[in-house]
């Protein structure tokens, strides 16, 4: 209990601390599903468009899983470089990088970057839950 003492905001580690905060991790959310709706449409628009031998001999459903794949490794490509981010910049006083591995007041202290990388990939993965049930298996 010691650790959580020294907390100086949100000993309760909440992460909707008003209305508003509700609202923006609402519109984040759809708006990364928007973002990965429209890439994936984006991405076969480019495939079909360039003619690559490879990707023209396939048929519809091999085409599909593999637009399919390219939004996977944007995402994980993106959540790499977030996750990277959050660690080297935390909201802690007198931060430095990587300081969760060595301060336990930090490590406990809420960060709300955790809860867009969390709906970032949540937006993916009903995304791509879309894609794999509507399109790729159709």
């Given at each position: ?15 909707v ?5 509700l ?17 994936y ?49 935390s ?14 007041v ?33």
């Amino acid at each position: 209990m010691e650790v959580v003492d020294k907390l100086k905001t949100n000993k309760y580690g909440l992460t909707v601390t008003n209305n508003i905060d509700l609202i923006y991790y609402t519109c984040f959310f759809f708006g990364v599903w928007l973002f990965f709706f429209l890439l994936y449409f984006a991405i076969k628009w480019f495939h079909d468009t360039c003619a690559f031998s490879w990707y023209a001999s396939k048929d519809q459903h091999i085409k599909n899983r593999w637009n399919g794949a390219v939004i996977a490794n944007v995402h994980h490509l993106s959540i790499f470089i977030y996750v990277f981010y959050i660690f080297t910049h935390s909201v802690c006083d007198n931060a430095y990088p990587f300081i969760w591995f060595y301060d336990d007041v930090c490590f406990l202290t809420m960060d709300k970057k955790f809860v867009y990388v969390s709906l970032f990939s949540a937006g993916f993965l009903c995304n791509d839950f879309w894609v794999q049930k509507y399109i790729v298996a159709a």
